[in-house]
């Protein structure tokens, strides 16, 4: 986690992107047979706005199969009164955005990696747990932003008490937004201490499938080597009857020499 934590931390020296998630649910209102719902509605991060914003006129066009889930209009009501849209500032400013950045970038690496999409991570995978915790996170990261945007300069000290107490909620409200800085900070550091720990479930994965394969292919492997016993037995074969040829050949020869010298010159000649 400290590596983790520092790498965020440095992740967030530099600028970056808006944020893509533009609303969210408050999924501590959601009933659990929603939330399953939603789960098999989606592969990816869920977006509230497609949740909620669907048209009408799109069960028409998409009918209704059998055995798909889709949202009753209880459920649907359900996400639209947990539902809260974010507005983001035009250009990217303070740890705020960058923090739901990075949370985005690192939750969209862990769904592409490709020991997210094995089989026997079935049991530990979870869709919607990544899209409430990427929610969770932007949740609070646009608190935070209110809170800092809506404190004003500090008092200025005139030296009477008349300001003492403006001056220590000044000061509650920063050391509050540093602790919640912090606490985002290591909610991401967790997502990221996840995403590298898949690194060696995928190799180890690899080794898996490599091991199997190499396993079944032993068959293959032996005809192969027949298949080279026995090319080298025909060569040797062949060779030997070329030797034969060549034996032949000289018995041919010696046959028609002999035959030569038993010519005579023409009598005429």
Known sequence: MDAARAWVIERLRFPQRSPRTTAVFDWTVVSAS????????STTIVDPNELVAQPSWWRTLTGNPR?????????????????????????????????????????????????????????????????????????????????????????????????????????????????AEAALVDRIAAL?????ALTPIGTALHNLQAVTELAAGGGDVDRVFRQITGSDHAAGHTTAMRDDIDDVRAGLDAQVAYLDSLIGPHRNA
């Not at 929603?34 to 509605?41: E, M, P």
């Not at 960058?98 to 530990?124: C, F, K, Q, Y």
């Not at 990221?192 to 590298?196: D, I, L, M, S, T």
Request: glycine share 4%; charged share 25%.
């Open 192 to 196: 990221r201490a996840y995403e590298q």
């Open 67 to 179: 055995g798909v889930a889709r949202l009753t209009a209880r459920q649907r009501d359900e996400l639209r009164r947990a539902y809260s849209s974010l507005h983001w500032p035009l250009r990217e400013e303070g740890p705020e955005i960058r923090l739901v950045v990075v949370a985005e970038n690192v939750v969209a690496r862990i769904m592409s990696d490709p020991s997210w999409t094995h089989p026997m991570l079935d049991g530990h995978r979870s869709v919607l747990g990544l899209t409430m915790e990427l929610h969770m996170i932007a949740a609070a990261a646009h608190e935070l932003l209110r809170l800092r945007s809506n404190t004003p300069p500090m008092p200025i000290d005139d030296g009477t008490d008349q300001l003492a107490r403006a001056r220590a909620e000044w000061d509650r409200r920063h050391v509050v937004a540093a602790q």
């Open 34 to 41: 929603t939330q399953s719902t939603v789960a098999a509605l």
